[in-house]
């Protein structure tokens, strides 16, 4: 199939391994999954310090059932992007280790304090849940299958960290004013959780011919925050001055987007903020910790099928 035959073509679930697909089709189907399966890695890396930090055992108990289930995502994602055969997940696991892996914005900043973990399981999870939705009409249909578990267990992602929200903010007024804090710092971040405007995206417009995506930046920014304002506020945030909300009085809202820090966003995208630097070290020393578990596993296997290749023989 050529390019045009593949745009007319695109629909939900439309092409799969057996589908002989032009190789710019593959290529940015394989940038969209490396892209979010670097990112369930990099957001799990993020949380798993709280498995140990949560203040009860109910608490540590949901976050190490969250880390696993972000790294399942991971492990799924580049499964679905290997099948388009131009990287093995073992070169996207290698790339997200030496700094070329690139992941969202978000997972790029430190978060030391039990405080800010609502910022990642409610608001974040909850952008996700946005995009991922719409994910599960994606034309390359490994992709949308594995969204229809991913959603599952990201709503209730969303369900803990709203969880914790609700009863840090019916805690004492320190930690009130804490969680406002952590809100202000994270708030912009969000809003640049589904990428620059339209006008400004590199890679929507093909993307969006060949039915991998099927909602813009903006839109599922905008969805967001008609039904996250209202959250926010239900559970006593208040809304920061910048970025500048507007209302447009019938409960959606829009973002003035000139006043999001734009410049922060691309140094981040390129892996060269400070903070970039430091996630991705961090993790590639995580991996490296574990690598004798791969090793040996790895062994397992060729013992495992010595004598047999040895019968055959
Ligand atoms: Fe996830
Ligand atoms: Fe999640």
Avoid at 75 to 100: H, V
Avoid at 181 to 208: K, V
């Amino acid at each position: 199939m050529n390019v045009d035959e593949t745009k007319a073509r695109a629909g939900p679930r439309e092409f799969s391994p057996k589908d002989d697909l032009p190789e710019e089709y593959r290529k940015a189907a394989t940038r969209m999954l490396e892209f979010h399966a670097n990112s369930e890695i990099m957001g799990a890396f993020l949380e798993r310090p709280f498995i140990r930090k949560a203040p009860s055992i109910e608490r540590k108990m949901a976050f190490s059932a969250k880390v696993q289930d972000e790294i399942g995502h991971g492990q799924m994602l580049y499964r679905a992007a290997e099948s388009l055969g131009i990287k093995t997940r073992e070169e996207m696991l290698d790339d997200l280790a030496n700094g070329d892996g690139k992941f969202l914005n978000c997972f790029h900043y430190p978060m030391e304090s039990y405080v800010e973990t609502p910022m990642i399981a409610f608001f974040v999870d909850g952008a996700a849940m946005r995009r991922q939705a719409t994910l599960k009409k994606s034309s390359w249909e490994p992709y949308a299958h594995a969204m229809d578990k991913i959603c599952f267990e990201e709503g209730m992602h969303v369900k803990h960290g709203e969880s914790i929200l609700r009863e840090l903010m019916n805690g004492s007024r320190k930690e009130q004013r804490m969680v406002q804090e952590a809100f202000e710092e994270w708030w912009p971040r969000i809003l640049q959780f589904f990428g620059p405007t339209d006008d400004q995206s590199t890679h929507h417009d093909f993307a969006a011919e060949v039915g991998l995506k099927t909602c813009t930046n903006d839109e599922l920014r905008n969805a967001f925050l008609n039904t996250y304002i209202p959250k926010a506020k239900k559970y006593g945030l208040e809304m920061p001055d910048e970025p500048r909300i507007r209302d447009n009085g019938d409960g959606t809202y829009e973002v003035v987007e000139d006043d999001l820090d734009w410049d922060e966003f691309f140094t981040v995208s390129q892996n060269e903020y400070d903070g970039s630097i430091e996630q991705i070290s961090g993790r590639r020393q995580a991996q490296e910790a574990v690598q004798w578990v791969r090793d040996m596993m790895d062994d397992q296997t060729t013992t495992n099928s010595g004598p047999q290749s040895q019968a055959a023989d």
